[in-house]
């Protein structure tokens, strides 16, 4: 079975700080990577997403991962967080093999402080 | 692409009351997912379709729960005898292909008093 874990539950940062989530998976198979974003009061909405290829993954907002497969870790960074920043962002795992469903990870609250 | 759309967006009941809700894909989605998220935690799968069929339902958190999606296009989720423990954000996920992104929709808020 799938499952994530994102390490920091709420982190509280200053405008123009650099920013990273951790985001850990166990599955032994091939899958494919998300990170989610919930601003306040808007549904998910993907942030970026890794298939194959390149693992370092680019996404909107200037947010990136970098898929570690020997890590199993998917962690999200951003050089330098803003103000609109402030959300909740998902990890997510599916594969192939458990037909698409995603498993998400518990969330991390971010707060950035103008 | 005019988005996922889930109605209602709010749905207040008793306990012991059955409750639907609708979910309306991103049209020519072919793949149609439900997913339950409880306050503080990920969204966690609940059931998904191909077109019509159901292709995965042993998530479905008991047999008070069902779903279904009778023409290919918006789906269904109903709970029957609902409990307390049901209350929860209920959401709505589509994507074309097998490993194309999910889209969600806004949600359907369930409470039980």
């Known amino acids: 079975a799938q499952s994530v874990s994102q390490h920091n539950h709420h982190v509280i940062l200053s405008e123009a700080a650099s920013l990273e989530l951790g985001c850990n998976y166990s599955?032994?198979?091939?899958?494919?990577l998300f990170w989610y974003v919930q601003y306040p009061g808007q549904h998910l909405q993907l942030l970026l997403k890794?298939?194959?290829?390149?693992?370092l993954v680019k996404g909107i907002k200037g947010f990136e991962a970098e898929f570690i497969k020997s890590k199993f870790s998917f962690n999200l960074r951003k050089p330098s967080v803003q103000w609109s920043d402030t959300a909740e962002y998902f990890c997510a795992v599916n594969s192939n093999n458990a037909g698409n469903m995603l498993t998400f990870g518990g969330g991390t609250r971010l707060m950035v402080k103008p | 692409d005019t988005g996922v759309s889930q109605n209602p967006r709010h749905k207040i009941t008793k306990r012991g009351q059955n409750v639907t809700f609708r979910c309306d894909p991103i049209s020519e989605h072919n793949r149609l997912y439900w997913y339950r998220q409880t306050l503080g935690q990920g969204p966690e799968f609940l059931t998904y379709?191909?077109?019509?069929?159901?292709?995965?339902k042993s998530r479905l958190l008991s047999d008070r729960f069902s779903a279904e999606r009778p023409k290919g296009s918006f789906s269904t989720l109903e709970i029957q005898r609902t409990e307390q423990g049901d209350s929860a954000m209920y959401l709505c996920?589509?994507?074309?292909?097998?490993?194309?992104?999910?889209?969600f929709g806004p949600g359907t808020r369930l409470t039980v008093l």
């Open positions: 890794y298939f194959s290829g390149d693992p």
């Open positions: 996920a589509s994507s074309r292909q097998l490993t194309d992104t999910q889209y």
């Open positions: 379709f191909q077109n019509e069929a159901q292709l995965e």
């Open positions: 599955y032994g198979g091939t899958v494919n």
